[in-house]
Nanobody, 126 residues
Framework: QVQLVESGGGLVQAGGSLRLSCAAS???????MGWFRQAPVKEREFVAA????????YYADSVKGRFTISRENAKNTVYLKMISLKAEDTAVYYC????????????????????WGQGTQVTVSS
């Protein structure tokens, strides 16, 4: 059974930083992994993604320059380093993994991901 388990969320003041982790188990992912987030009464939105080869990354404009996605394939784990956090970054953050596509692919649509974690809450106080 495939599981994605996020950790690292919490409450932080504006301007602070957090690092989210997502550990996958049940299979090894050599394709894209990504992060999405969903704020109250808003739709789930793409945050960042990284290819299986780790050579390509893609970020939403709203987080570019502040968030960094990385992965350790040997640990089947993806990370999201977040700095200069803003109140509008408050959301539940979800890890996602794709089971198809090339190792260079960096999908941005939620329908392109097959596995999802349960989410971790990030709250930024202003």
């Amino acid at each position: 059974q495939v599981q994605l388990v996020e950790s690292g969320g919490g409450l932080v003041q504006a301007g602070g930083s957090l690092r989210l982790s997502c550990a996958a188990s049940g299979r090894t992912f050599s394709t894209a992994m990504g992060w999405f987030r969903q704020a109250p009464v808003k739709e789930r939105e793409f945050v960042a993604a990284i290819s299986g080869s780790r050579s390509s990354t893609y970020y939403a404009d709203s987080v570019k320059g502040r968030f960094t996605i990385s992965r350790e394939n040997a640990k089947n784990t993806v990370y999201l380093k977040m700095i200069s956090l803003k109140a509008e970054d408050t959301a539940v953050y979800y890890c996602a993994a794709s089971s198809s596509g090339s190792i260079w692919n960096v999908p941005r649509g939620h329908k392109e991901y097959d596995y999802w974690g349960q989410g971790t809450q990030v709250t930024v106080s202003s």
